[in-house]
């Protein structure tokens, strides 16, 4: 299933997008900034892969411009089809894609898909506080904070998280109102 957006277009992870998603998860900077295992190695991404094919309780998108430009992922995970919830993951791995509305969109794009497609009613993350420019993009998409938490980071120092959600009804009741 794919998802078009203005400016970003959501598709399914190819074979053929693990040397981008390799590469971001190596990259230091994204490293600091990432929640979640990724495969940092080729056989440990085609591993990975695979694994995302047969996950039930699993969506993952690849981001690109309308050109077809791969800039980075998102997904939907841990879904529970009971409780009707799932967690979001996003990551701009093209540095220069960064701040210019590509994340919001694309965020955007997997909740609705999220609310419409699979019948959700609610869609969490964990961002680190630190993280503002990520931390806007959930706002405008819709995200309240609903608690924190405290983790060690890479470097053993202790990462405060913040958690958000929307709900279907609340972002239903947001966007009926006027601008």
């Not at 994204?30 to 991404?45: A, D, I, N, S, T």
């Not at 961002?127 to 980071?153: D, H, M, Q």
Request: with cysteine; glycine share 8%; aromatic share 8%.
């Amino acid at each position: 299933m794919e998802h078009r957006g203005p400016r970003v277009h959501l598709r399914p992870v190819r074979p053929d997008d693990l040397e981008s998603i390799i590469r971001w998860t190596n990259d230091p900077e994204l490293r600091e900034l990432m929640e979640g295992e990724y495969p940092e190695e080729p056989g440990e991404g085609r591993r990975w892969y695979q694994r995302t094919l047969r996950d039930r309780r699993s969506r993952q998108f690849i981001i690109e411009t309308r050109d077809g430009l791969a800039i980075g992922d998102i997904a939907l995970g841990e879904i529970s089809w009971r409780a009707r919830e799932a967690e979001l993951r996003i990551r701009i791995g093209e540095k220069a894609y960064w701040n210019r509305g590509y994340g919001t969109e694309a965020v955007q794009l997997i909740v609705r898909h999220a609310f419409e497609d699979l019948g959700l009613e609610r869609v969490y993350l964990r961002v680190f506080t630190f993280n503002l420019r990520a931390i806007r993009c959930y706002l405008k998409s819709g995200f309240r904070p609903e608690g924190r938490l405290v983790r060690k980071g890479s470097d053993g120092a202790p990462k405060e998280i913040l958690l958000m959600t929307v709900e279907r009804d609340r972002l239903a009741r947001c966007l009926a109102r006027p601008s």
